[in-house]
């Protein structure tokens, strides 16, 4: 016997009961309480499809807080033998837990329940996205059959516009996905998570309530592994930042290097540590970037932070006659009030795709970690700094 999840015909009710529940009296918003079956992974449905998607970028584990709108999508989450969900108190838990994961693993997930849920959720999305983190924020949204019906739901503010979760979150995600029809569902959800993983920035993506456990084509095989292009370095201007950046420490007589925060948005951690052991320079990291690089290599000279600094360090960072900052951040906080005693013409500053230096040119299309790793091959190590 086939198992399915409820009734299709019951899921996509078209009843225009006033007060109806936000799933139109369906059973698949888990409302019900006999225990129902659930396919497994690849069952030709969207919330099995969502489900793989995941475990294909690296999520092993979801942090959630169920709610009447999303208990079913969270059935095929639980039902993904590669899925372990993790139940959080309240929402912004759930936020900064799928916000450390994607520091530690490089993509965090989150499942929260329809504006109640997600508003409570977006402090710690807006945090992810300031930190250039990864993180796939799913909310159980309203039943697509509700949708231009001029009701009123629960969850929400008392008026039947239910674009405010949507129009709260695009400020502070790089895409969002209103998933209330399976005829592109595959393309929104598949558009969503390669967005955050490109640019390395929180999403949203809402999915109707009625709509994950439905049979549908487009979910009729197992996902095709999910594959993105590797981004590449402009060989042309990553060789002429690299020499031109060698010409200008080689002359310096005392030159240092300091980690910033976009190290790791640029996966350029092991480059930075590369070119420290290459080069021989002094180094320190900035407030921010702490965790970044080692604080036990001997070259360590402690955090940089103007006149808040580790004993000395800020001495030797602003009297080097060269200075490599890689991945910087100078803000208020930062700079100690924009206090640094730093000097443009002096400066290397390395962002995660563009190269200046000094008063000179700017060299872009190319990668942080691409242009470290060649930096080192480049520059002329020194002896017995310290």
């Given at each position: 016997m086939e198992n399915i999840i409820g009734d299709v015909n019951a899921t996509i009710s078209n009843s225009n009961d006033v007060g109806s529940p936000p799933c139109q009296k369906s059973v698949n918003c888990g409302l019900q309480s006999t225990p129902v079956p659930i396919i497994g992974a690849g069952g030709g449905t969207?919330?099995?499809?969502?489900?793989?998607?995941?475990?294909?970028?690296?999520?092993?584990?979801i942090f959630t807080v169920p709610g009447d709108f999303n208990l079913t999508l969270l059935d095929y989450l639980i039902a993904e033998p590669q899925l372990k969900l993790v139940g959080c108190c309240n929402e912004l838990n759930a936020g900064y837990a799928a916000d450390g994961y994607a520091r530690s693993k490089g993509v965090g997930a989150c499942v929260v329940t329809f504006t109640v849920g997600g508003l409570s959720v977006i402090n710690a999305i807006a945090g992810a996205y300031s930190e250039n983190l990864p993180v796939v924020c799913i909310v159980g949204g309203p039943n697509s059959n509700d949708y231009g019906t001029n009701r009123i739901l629960h969850h929400t503010i008392g008026i039947p516009d239910f674009t405010q979760e949507q129009r709260c979150f695009q400020t502070v995600t790089c895409a969002q996905a209103i998933v209330k029809d399976l005829d592109d569902a595959h393309e929104l959800i598949d558009h969503a998570i390669s967005t955050a993983l490109i640019e390395s920035k929180p999403v949203y993506i809402s999915i109707s309530c009625n709509l994950p456990s439905i049979r549908h084509p487009t979910f009729s095989?197992?996902?095709?592994?999910?594959?993105?292009?590797?981004?590449?370095?402009?060989?042309?201007?990553?060789?002429?930042?690299?020499?031109?950046?060698?010409?200008?420490?080689?002359?310096?007589?005392?030159?240092?290097?300091?980690?910033?925060?976009?190290?790791?948005?640029?996966?350029?951690?092991?480059?930075?540590?590369?070119?420290?052991?290459?080069?021989?320079?002094?180094?320190?990291?900035?407030?921010?970037a702490k965790g970044q690089v080692s604080e036990t290599h001997p070259h360590f000279i402690g955090t940089y932070w103007g006149a808040v600094s580790t004993a000395f360090c800020a001495e030797i960072v602003e009297s080097a006659d060269a200075y490599l900052f890689a991945g910087p951040?100078?803000?208020?906080?930062?700079?100690?009030?924009?206090?640094?005693?730093?000097?443009?013409?002096?400066?290397?500053?390395?962002?995660?795709?563009?190269?200046?230096i000094g008063n000179g040119p700017t060299f872009g299309c190319l990668l942080m970690k691409d242009f470290l790793e060649a930096l080192a091959k480049k520059i002329e190590a020194q002896q017995n700094i310290f």
């Amino acid at each position: 016997m086939e198992n399915i999840i409820g009734d299709v015909n019951a899921t996509i009710s078209n009843s225009n009961d006033v007060g109806s529940p936000p799933c139109q009296k369906s059973v698949n918003c888990g409302l019900q309480s006999t225990p129902v079956p659930i396919i497994g992974a690849g069952g030709g449905t969207l919330g099995s499809h969502l489900a793989r998607r995941l475990v294909q970028v690296g999520v092993r584990d979801i942090f959630t807080v169920p709610g009447d709108f999303n208990l079913t999508l969270l059935d095929y989450l639980i039902a993904e033998p590669q899925l372990k969900l993790v139940g959080c108190c309240n929402e912004l838990n759930a936020g900064y837990a799928a916000d450390g994961y994607a520091r530690s693993k490089g993509v965090g997930a989150c499942v929260v329940t329809f504006t109640v849920g997600g508003l409570s959720v977006i402090n710690a999305i807006a945090g992810a996205y300031s930190e250039n983190l990864p993180v796939v924020c799913i909310v159980g949204g309203p039943n697509s059959n509700d949708y231009g019906t001029n009701r009123i739901l629960h969850h929400t503010i008392g008026i039947p516009d239910f674009t405010q979760e949507q129009r709260c979150f695009q400020t502070v995600t790089c895409a969002q996905a209103i998933v209330k029809d399976l005829d592109d569902a595959h393309e929104l959800i598949d558009h969503a998570i390669s967005t955050a993983l490109i640019e390395s920035k929180p999403v949203y993506i809402s999915i109707s309530c009625n709509l994950p456990s439905i049979r549908h084509p487009t979910f009729s095989y197992e996902p095709v592994p999910f594959s993105l292009s590797p981004r590449l370095s402009n060989p042309n201007s990553l060789e002429a930042a690299v020499e031109m950046t060698a010409q200008f420490l080689n002359a310096a007589v005392k030159p240092v290097l300091v980690g910033g925060p976009k190290l790791r948005v640029a996966k350029a951690k092991d480059a930075f540590a590369g070119l420290v052991d290459a080069t021989g320079y002094a180094y320190a990291v900035m407030p921010s970037a702490k965790g970044q690089v080692s604080e036990t290599h001997p070259h360590f000279i402690g955090t940089y932070w103007g006149a808040v600094s580790t004993a000395f360090c800020a001495e030797i960072v602003e009297s080097a006659d060269a200075y490599l900052f890689a991945g910087p951040i100078f803000n208020d906080y930062s700079s100690v009030g924009y206090s640094l005693l730093l000097k443009k013409e002096k400066a290397v500053i390395v962002r995660p795709n563009r190269v200046t230096i000094g008063n000179g040119p700017t060299f872009g299309c190319l990668l942080m970690k691409d242009f470290l790793e060649a930096l080192a091959k480049k520059i002329e190590a020194q002896q017995n700094i310290f």
